[in-house]
């Protein structure tokens, strides 16, 4: 049973456009939620987190949106680039335990 | 990738071997973790070590053990190599017990035929 549940699967995107990308989860104990991207043949890297005492955090054309009610949050990206083609990942953590989603691979077109 | 390296990058065995991935850090990092990444599942933790000889269980934890004799390594063993463990294996790290963020290696193709 999947704890974070991610959507859509995959993205396409025009350059200058929104991508955006949504989590829920069902385990209220989680309390850091980050959001990796993965570049073919390389490991996840943390691109940005928040934490639920938080409803919005933003870092340049990365915001997150967290909804503590509804147990969901979102990734947005402002302004797309193809150098953001990547496979992105939300997760939610809490004692040890890091949960992940089963990804988003966004193309964004030139 | 944060002083993390992962051998082999790529192995391709049969059924019924033993496998060993090795995950060895630079950091001098207390926490270590093995996740196998599958289309569809995302990254699921196999096991974990909180310090040296401290390992735990994950999520996915049948048909592996894993052993941390010194601070920068950590060994994945498959005893009994089958098809479903087919994947890509990834070590990351972790600081300290309040900082959750976690550092990636570049991963292991796994193909066990």
């Known amino acids: 049973q999947q704890q974070v549940k991610q959507s859509p699967q995959s993205l396409i995107v025009q350059k200058g456009g929104i991508s955006i990308i949504n989590c829920a989860y069902e385990?209220?104990?989680?309390?850091?939620f980050p959001w990796y991207q993965q570049f073919p043949g390389k490991g996840p890297a943390l691109l940005i987190a928040?934490?639920?005492?938080?409803s919005e955090k933003k870092e340049g054309r990365f915001t997150i949106s967290f909804n503590k009610s509804a147990k969901q949050f979102s990734l947005h990206i402002m302004d797309s680039q193809p150098g953001d083609s990547a496979t992105y990942f939300c997760?939610?953590?809490?004692?040890?335990?890091?949960?992940f989603g089963a990804g988003t691979r966004l193309t964004v077109k030139p | 990738d944060a002083g993390i390296t992962q051998s082999p990058r790529h192995k391709v065995t049969e059924t019924g071997t033993p496998v060993t991935l090795r995950c060895h850090q630079t950091?001098?990092?207390?926490?270590m973790y093995w996740y196998r990444q599958d289309p569809g599942h995302g990254l699921r933790l196999i096991h974990y070590?909180?310090?040296?000889?401290?390992?735990d269980k994950g999520e996915v934890s049948d048909g592996y053990s894993v052993s941390r004799s010194k601070t920068e390594d950590f060994l994945l063993t498959l005893e009994s190599a089958t098809s479903s463990q087919t994947s890509v294996y990834f070590c990351a790290i972790r600081g300290t017990s309040t900082n959750e963020k976690l550092f990636f290696g570049s991963g292991t193709q796994l193909s066990v035929l």
């Open positions: 070590s909180y310090g040296v000889k401290d390992t």
């Open positions: 950091e001098n990092h207390r926490y």
């Open positions: 928040i934490r639920p005492d938080v």
């Open positions: 385990n209220t104990a989680f309390d850091y």
């Open positions: 997760a939610a953590y809490n004692n040890n335990d890091m949960r």
